[in-house]
């Protein structure tokens, strides 16, 4: 029979410029642009994967880096949120501190203990200036239960690609009936 259209509501977070716009625009499009606004904007997009109609609603969004509130996520982002993907660069260990941070926020909220969330060491391509190793993601997407994937967004479509059908993959799981 027919199967039913899916819907996806994926938060992007992050510090400011570690790739989340240009994680973004590669999912929509394929490519990699250099360079964008800062606005804070919902995009849509609808594919078929596995012969199923699935709408992909991206929210990237500036949360607060600094201060007090730096990491933290309002309620409004929470509860919007069936899943979350964390970006960090791998050349900037401020920006894994802020992926912390956020992560330590997500499994905080009651809602969201067991979301899905996936963690993105971006700017693979930059080893020469690698600041943050790939154990130490790894150790901290295990120590959350969350997925881990180092990728370019500028080299390649295909990681960014995985980053987000893995985690469509864990949002349906969720919403299995066990
Ligand atoms: P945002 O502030 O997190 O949305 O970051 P942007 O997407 O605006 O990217 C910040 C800067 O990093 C821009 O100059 C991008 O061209 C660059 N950038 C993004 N992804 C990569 C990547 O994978 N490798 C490299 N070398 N540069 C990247």
Same mark, same amino acid.
């Given at each position: 029979g027919r199967e039913q259209k899916v819907e996806a509501n994926i938060l992007l977070l992050g &510090? /400011? %410029?570690? =790739?989340k716009s240009a994680l973004t625009v590669r999912f929509l499009t394929r490519r990699f642009i250099g360079e964008y606004g800062d606005i804070e904007s919902i995009y849509s997009h609808s594919d078929k994967i596995d012969g199923r109609e699935i709408c992909f609603n991206i929210w990237d969004s500036l949360c607060p880096? %600094? =201060? /007090?509130? &730096? =990491?933290h996520i309002s309620d409004r982002h929470l509860e919007w949120t069936d899943g979350f993907i964390l970006v960090y660069s791998i050349c900037d260990r401020a920006s894994f501190n802020v992926v912390r941070r956020q992560v330590q926020c997500i499994r905080q909220a009651k809602s969201k203990l067991s979301a899905p969330v996936i963690i993105v060491g971006n700017k693979r391509d930059l080893q020469h200036r690698r600041a943050v190793s790939s154990e130490e993601g790894r150790l901290l997407a295990l120590s959350a239960d969350c997925g881990f994937f180092e990728i370019s967004a500028a080299e390649t479509y295909h990681g960014v690609l995985v980053v987000f059908h893995e985690l469509l993959d864990l949002i349906r799981e969720t919403r299995t009936p066990k």
């Open positions: &510090a /400011e %410029n570690v =790739g880096q %600094n =201060g /007090e509130d &730096a =990491g």
